[in-house]
């Protein structure tokens, strides 16, 4: 394959060149053989979106990997200096200085205030993108608000575009501050969820994708994956904060969702930290057939809403950790959960959702219900659901630590059944490990709540914790400490 570098077409580096028509001219050079375009080390501005067509791999260096920012605040908070008198300090155009970036980076400057504007590097099916960093100038800490602009890498199954059935590779990325990071869309509108048109009426073909290897600290979306019908594998993320200048950590508490789902089947996603955002994962129907189905393994999710489930569909989550945090305080919503699952009433899919192995913490009760209402008024909950059909839900070998430090009386598990069918939610062989929790076990309530849709098995709970004494709830082989360290077995079945 041939080796073209973006210099040899007119790029220049530092940031003050738009260097966009040199960055495809250089991709158009291997278009029809194929070929690497090489983007040295530098910070190159890009002031308009470029194509990556089929064959062709766009690739920088490691170093993009290491974020400019925190290395260097480490280094003044160490007592180093890159150049006299040279100050990161609040919100500004320091941020985007050049001396701060090591390796490939790109300084994105295209489709301010337009999220269906083109992105910064848009791909066709089989061809590449790694090894390279983004920083939006439009964006904090550059700037002091969010700004709506298209992705940084984006891969648009659409009418316009139609060579994307072969996989896309995108790895080793660093994305400072972007408002999107990734977006692998089915059609050409980002926020649109095409609610009731179908796939093929606005695309071709979509395959097998891979997003491996990224880190950053997205402002409004960091992976977005939309109308995929194929196995997505998301592996390797870390989404965290990249700096803490105040209007930058400001906006990612409250409004960044580190990955959002609208109608996608076969998510593969393992090998996840993500810290501080609004949202951690989020599903939402779309399309005509509107549920999403996806498996993760090893995530780790620390935000306001660690996972909100709005579409209908299969989940499968294992080995995963979830804690509910407002980090700073920053967020001022009086609704949180460390999970919220809610029904899709649309959707002719029935669901199943699976938490095998899982850890929630926090200080905060635990508020499953079935129907769709208000909730405005559920404030600080582990687990939320709302259900509109006959789903079923279970959680097994899971541990809940820490509820109730805070005085709260609301019960851990609240059940609302106000719908047809019957929806069940298991508890298998979890344990609630704290001394904190002073309010009840679970409550049930609705006039279509019936015995036996919500059951506690094998599990094990603190004596400082209420059972009880609903009769429809029922608990089977449960343990409960005593005071004195004695345990007494508890069976409940009306």
């Not at 390797?236 to 803490?244: A, K, R």
């Not at 789902?261 to 994962?281: E, K, P, T």
């Not at 959707?347 to 199943?352: K, L, R």
């Amino acid at each position: 394959m041939d080796r073209v570098n973006i210099l040899d077409f007119g790029a220049m580096s530092g940031g003050k060149v738009d260097c966009s028509s040199f960055i495809q001219a250089a991709i158009d050079s291997v278009a029809d053989t194929g070929g690497i375009v090489s983007i040295p080390s530098g910070l190159f501005r890009m002031e308009k979106g470029v194509t990556i067509p089929m064959g062709v791999t766009v690739e920088g260096f490691t170093d993009a990997t290491t974020g400019p920012w925190q290395n260097w605040l480490d280094s003044q908070d160490k007592g180093g200096s890159i150049a006299a008198d040279f100050h990161l300090g609040s919100h500004g155009s320091n941020w985007a200085d050049p001396l701060l970036f090591k390796g490939s980076w790109i300084l994105a400057c295209n489709g301010i205030g337009d999220t269906d504007a083109p992105p910064t590097f848009r791909l066709e099916g089989n061809s590449t993108i790694r090894k390279l960093g983004f920083v939006h100038s439009s964006q904090p800490p550059v700037t002091s608000s969010l700004t709506p602009c298209p992705p940084a890498i984006g891969a648009y199954s659409s009418l316009d575009l139609e060579k994307t059935r072969d996989g896309i590779t995108v790895e080793d990325i660093s994305l400072a501050n972007p408002y999107i990071g990734i977006a692998f869309v089915i059609g050409s509108r980002i926020e649109d969820p095409y609610f009731g048109v179908m796939e093929n009426n606005v695309t071709r073909s979509f395959g097998r994708h891979r997003i491996h290897n990224v880190m950053g600290g997205p402002l409004h979306t960091g992976i977005l994956i939309k109308g995929l019908l194929d196995t997505v594998d998301i592996a390797n993320i870390q989404f965290n904060y990249s700096n803490y200048e105040h209007s930058y950590v400001k906006t990612r508490m409250q409004t960044a969702t580190d990955f959002h789902f609208v109608r996608a089947d076969g998510m593969n996603i393992q090998n996840v930290l993500s810290f501080g955002a609004y949202r951690g994962l989020y599903t939402q129907p779309g399309y005509g057939s509107r549920n999403v189905s996806l498996r993760a393994v090893n995530i780790n999710i620390e935000s306001m809403i660690p996972i909100m489930l709005d579409a209908n569909g299969m989940y499968e989550i294992s080995n995963s950790y979830f804690l509910m945090v407002n980090f700073a305080g920053y967020n001022t919503s009086k609704k949180s959960a460390c999970v919220d699952i809610n029904s899709d009433p649309d959707c002719p899919h029935q669901s199943v959702y699976l938490f095998n192995n899982c850890f929630f913490q926090n200080s905060i009760p635990c508020d499953i219900r079935e129907n769709a209402g208000a909730v405005d008024d559920v404030d600080d909950t582990v687990i939320r659901i709302h259900f509109t059909a006959s789903h079923h839900i279970s959680f097994g070998n899971c541990m809940f630590w820490g509820w109730g430090a805070f005085g709260r009386k609301t019960p851990v598990v609240s059940f609302t059944h106000s719908h047809g069918g019957i929806p069940t939610c298991s508890f298998r062989g979890c344990t609630w490990n704290s001394e904190s929790f002073n309010g009840s076990l679970a409550e049930l309530q609705g006039d279509k709540a019936s015995a036996g849709v919500l059951v506690f098995s094998d599990c094990r709970f603190p004596y400082s914790l209420e059972l009880p004494t609903d009769r429809r709830i029922w608990l089977k082989s449960c343990i409960v400490a005593n005071r004195d360290g004695s345990y007494k077995l508890l069976d409940q079945i009306s």
